[in-house]
C-alpha cells in the first residue's frame, strides 16, 4: 500500500529549470564557453554548490568560483527574479490536495538551498500541503546519492515500498531508485536527461496522481 509521495520541486512543481537553464546557457556563453549545451544541462539535479562546482569545470576554472556566483546572483536575483506562481505546473495546487484527501502523506525533497525551497513553497501558495521539506544541502551526499530520500522516509517512519518518488531529473530518478522507491517520472525531453531508469514516465502532476491513487496501490 502506497502511503507517501515524495516530491522533487524543480521541474515538478514548477518549471523552473527551463528560467534557470535559459540563463546559465547565456552566462557560459558569454564568459566564451563554446562546448555543448548538454554539458551545461548536466547541472541539473545537483545542489547550488555542485552546480558551481560543474561550471567551473566547464570553464577550465578560467573564471573564478567568486566571479561565477557573483555573476549567478546579479542575473537570477537582480536581473531576472523568478515568479514562482507564473510558471508553477497547471494543476500542482488541485493535485496536491487530491492526494492528501485521499490521506497520502506528501514530502518536498529538493536539491535547492532549504530557503528557496521554502520561498517558492510559499510563492505558489502549496507549502501547507507537505508535511516533510528538506533540502540536499543538509544531508551527507545529494542526489542522485538516495540520502534525502531515506531521510524523509525515516523521519516520516515510511518504508520504500510505502513511498512513491515524483522526479524529472536523472539523478534524482537514480537517488529514488536507490532509496528503494517507485519512481514516476515527469516527461521531459528538453534538457538531454536519461530518464529510462524511472518506474513509469507521465505528462504532468494530474497522471502521476491518477497512477498513484489506482485501487492497485492501494
Not at 555542485?50 to 573564471?63: R, T, V
Request: hydrophobic share 40%.
Amino acid at each position: 500500500m502506497k502511503k507517501a509521495v515524495l516530491f522533487d520541486m524543480d521541474g515538478i512543481l514548477l518549471d523552473s529549470e527551463a528560467w534557470y537553464m535559459k540563463g546559465t546557457v547565456a552566462l557560459m556563453r558569454s564568459y566564451g564557453y563554446t562546448g555543448p549545451v548538454e554539458n551545461i544541462y548536466s547541472v541539473i539535479g545537483t545542489t547550488t554548490d555542485g552546480a558551481f562546482e560543474i561550471l567551473h569545470e566547464l570553464l577550465d576554472h578560467k573564471i573564478s568560483m567568486e566571479q561565477l556566483i557573483q555573476d549567478n546572483d546579479q542575473y537570477f536575483l537582480t536581473e531576472h527574479p523568478l515568479d514562482c506562481r507564473t510558471i508553477m505546473f497547471k494543476g500542482v495546487p488541485e493535485e496536491l490536495k487530491r492526494l492528501k484527501n485521499h490521506g497520502l502523506i506528501l514530502a518536498c525533497c529538493s536539491s535547492s538551498p532549504l530557503q528557496v525551497i521554502l520561498e517558492s513553497l510559499d510563492a505558489m501558495g502549496i507549502r501547507d500541503n507537505f508535511t516533510f521539506i528538506e533540502s540536499g544541502d543538509n544531508v551527507p551526499q545529494a542526489k542522485p546519492a538516495p540520502d534525502i530520500y531515506l531521510l524523509a522516509m525515516q523521519t516520516l517512519k515510511l518504508k520504500p515500498e510505502e513511498c512513491i518518488v515524483y522526479e524529472d531529473s536523472a539523478a534524482g530518478i537514480k537517488a529514488g531508485k536507490q532509496a528503494g522507491c517507485m519512481v514516476i517520472a515527469r516527461e521531459d525531453r528538453r534538457f538531454h536527461q536519461d530518464q529510462s531508469h524511472a518506474d513509469l514516465i507521465v505528462k504532468n502532476i494530474q497522471s502521476m496522481a491518477d497512477t498513484v491513487l489506482k485501487e492497485e496501490y492501494q
